[in-house]
């Protein structure tokens, strides 16, 4: 009897509670294969991804259990880009259409990610004395925030990132995993 009052209780107070929850519109998505830009204050990550980045290796070895190599290094630098962003945008339209002919399960879910994108333009990659730049998209892939690059205007990469803000802002994290869940994240912290 008093399980039944209890989960009443917290039925109410999560009815109640929807319309502070959900107070601001969420984006809504575009349609499936057309790439449509959302802007939402409340994605942190799309909001906090901006600026340079480099890896904190004393975290990583801590989240991957071995060390970096010795001279490994790796920046990130997410820039705003009209160019870059036009770029991605016409790579998708043509993938996308170029792919509704053929039943593929992996095509069908990018094409789900791609229908709210929430930032976009241009990463600049330096890894080591390589350093490369690429047209970005951000995505929620599979419920996980997904970086999705443009590379060499012919082939897609991604990634999962996940972002822990300081409220001052220094002292932001960066976590960029692999293209699957089972992969070990890098932790990066803003550049100074």
């Known amino acids: 009897m008093l399980t039944r ?5 917290c039925l109410v107070a999560l009815s109640a509670g929807a319309g502070i929850i959900f107070a601001g519109d969420p984006p809504k998505p575009g349609e499936t294969g057309k790439p449509p830009f959302v802007t939402d ?3 942190v990550v799309a909001s906090e991804i901006w600026g340079a980045w480099e890896m ?3 975290l ?3 989240l991957t259990q071995r060390p970096p190599r010795e001279g490994q290094t790796l920046s990130l630098d997410f820039k705003k880009s009209d160019k870059h962003t ?3 945008t016409r790579f998708l339209e043509k993938f996308f259409a170029s792919g509704e002919k053929k ?3 992996r095509l069908d879910e990018l094409k789900r990610a791609c229908t709210l994108i929430y930032a976009s333009g241009e990463l600049a990659v330096i890894q080591g004395e390589r350093a490369e730049s690429f047209a970005f998209i951000l ?3 599979r419920g996980n925030p997904y970086v999705i690059i443009l590379e060499n205007e012919d082939d897609l990469e991604s990634f999962t990132v996940m972002l822990a803000r300081d409220l001052k802002g220094d002292g932001d994290l960066l976590f960029v995993g692999g293209d699957y869940n089972n992969q070990s994240f890098t932790a990066l912290k803003r550049k100074k």
């Open 5 to 9: 009052i209890v989960a009443a209780l």
């Open 41 to 43: 204050e409340e994605n």
């Open 56 to 58: 904190d290796a004393d």
């Open 60 to 62: 990583t070895t801590r």
């Open 86 to 88: 036009a770029l991605m």
């Open 103 to 105: 039943a593929d399960a």
């Open 139 to 141: 995505v929620n892939y």
